[in-house]
């Protein structure tokens, strides 16, 4: 049976580097994005190159796109892995639709492909570092983050004060760490694992807006113990070897790669708090 892999978001700069890491695999390769034209454009070139390809323009805040990605690969064989990349960054959209396409699309998605997890299924649910540095202590927040497909949840989050874009993005990655953790058991029960990721600054065309338009960001690259930002193919190296049988017992957990980046902010906000209380 054909293995079957799922890559969302393909028409980002991560999304394009994993669907040519699985083509190259010989699995059978389905996108999906919003950019009709862009995923177009990425299935001939990567059939012109001998993969078979399916293209589904779609938008993953849809339940609808999410049930037709699952029949899609149900239809072509055997779900092998998902890079779930697709995602807005704080610049991009107002807070509701971070939120919704980061939290609620990645929700749809991983509802509509678990049941066809069998042995060796993984997903990669794409986060950030901004979901390691946000601290989350409010429970209110915890339990609006905790129903994103309740009719009600963007009203919920306002309530809550989730009404910038800055602020649904670290939480709405933050969340996604959690979902991994959650459905680690229930994919491992069918031999499946899941699993996320969470990049630093990547050279990428959202990487490279966030960098122009976020003074922040500029920090964030000096304080990267590899002194510089990190590549699309970088994070689809890990991405093929977290859905390899090398990466066989890793699940239900985060995996930073970002240069090292995280943990030299951590350290410089400790700091921070630290002269404050002097």
């Given at each position: 049976?054909?293995?079957?892999?799922?890559?969302?978001?393909?028409?980002?700069?991560?999304?394009?580097?994993?669907?040519?890491?699985?083509?190259?695999?010989?699995?059978?390769?389905?996108?999906?994005?919003?950019?009709?034209?862009?995923?177009?454009?990425?299935?001939?070139?990567?059939?012109?190159?001998?993969?078979?390809?399916?293209?589904?323009?779609?938008?993953?805040?849809?339940?609808?796109?999410?049930?037709?990605?699952?029949?899609?690969?149900?239809?072509?064989?055997?779900?092998?892995?998902?890079?779930?990349?697709?995602?807005?960054?704080?610049?991009?959209?107002?807070?509701?639709?971070?939120?919704?396409?980061?939290?609620?699309?990645?929700?749809?998605?991983?509802?509509?492909?678990?049941?066809?997890?069998?042995?060796?299924?993984?997903?990669?649910?794409?986060?950030?570092?901004a979901a390691h540095l946000i601290p989350v202590t409010d429970?209110?927040?915890?339990?609006?983050?905790?129903?994103?497909?309740?009719?009600?949840?963007?009203?919920?989050?306002?309530?809550?004060?989730?009404?910038?874009?800055?602020?649904?993005?670290?939480?709405?990655?933050?969340?996604?760490?959690?979902?991994?953790?959650?459905?680690?058991?229930?994919?491992?029960?069918?031999?499946?694992?899941?699993?996320?990721?969470?990049?630093?600054?990547?050279?990428?065309?959202?990487?490279?807006?966030?960098?122009?338009?976020?003074?922040?960001?500029?920090?964030?690259?000096?304080?990267?113990?590899?002194?510089?930002?990190?590549?699309?193919?970088?994070?689809?190296?890990?991405?093929?070897?977290?859905?390899?049988?090398?990466?066989?017992f890793i699940t239900g957990t985060d995996l930073l790669v970002?240069?090292?980046?995280?943990?030299?902010?951590?350290?410089?906000?400790?700091?921070?708090?630290t002269a404050d209380d002097r």
């Open positions: 049976m054909n293995s079957v892999s799922v890559v969302t978001g393909a028409a980002g700069g991560m999304g394009i580097a994993c669907a040519h890491r699985f083509a190259a695999l010989g699995d059978t390769v389905v996108l999906t994005d919003l950019d009709q034209p862009s995923t177009n454009a990425l299935a001939a070139e990567l059939a012109a190159g001998g993969a078979e390809v399916v293209a589904l323009p779609s938008d993953i805040t849809d339940p609808a796109a999410a049930a037709t990605i699952a029949e899609e690969v149900q239809r072509r064989g055997r779900l092998r892995a998902v890079a779930h990349t697709a995602g807005l960054s704080l610049t991009m959209a107002e807070w509701d639709r971070v939120l919704s396409v980061n939290l609620t699309g990645t929700v749809l998605l991983l509802d509509a492909l678990e049941p066809l997890v069998t042995d060796g299924t993984t997903a990669v649910c794409v986060a950030s570092q429970p209110d927040i915890v339990a609006v983050l905790d129903h994103p497909l309740s009719d009600d949840f963007l009203a919920r989050a306002a309530e809550v004060g989730i009404v910038d874009s800055g602020t649904a993005y670290a939480l709405s990655k933050w969340q996604v760490l959690r979902l991994v953790i959650r459905r680690a058991p229930a994919w491992g029960s069918r031999g499946g694992r899941i699993v996320s990721l969470s990049p630093g600054i990547i050279d990428t065309p959202m990487g490279r807006r966030e960098l122009d338009q976020q003074p922040l960001m500029a920090s964030i690259v000096e304080a990267t113990p590899l002194d510089r930002v990190g590549h699309a193919d970088e994070i689809a190296s890990v991405i093929e070897f977290l859905c390899s049988p090398a990466a066989s970002d240069g090292g980046s995280t943990e030299q902010l951590k350290s410089q906000i400790d700091q921070l708090m």
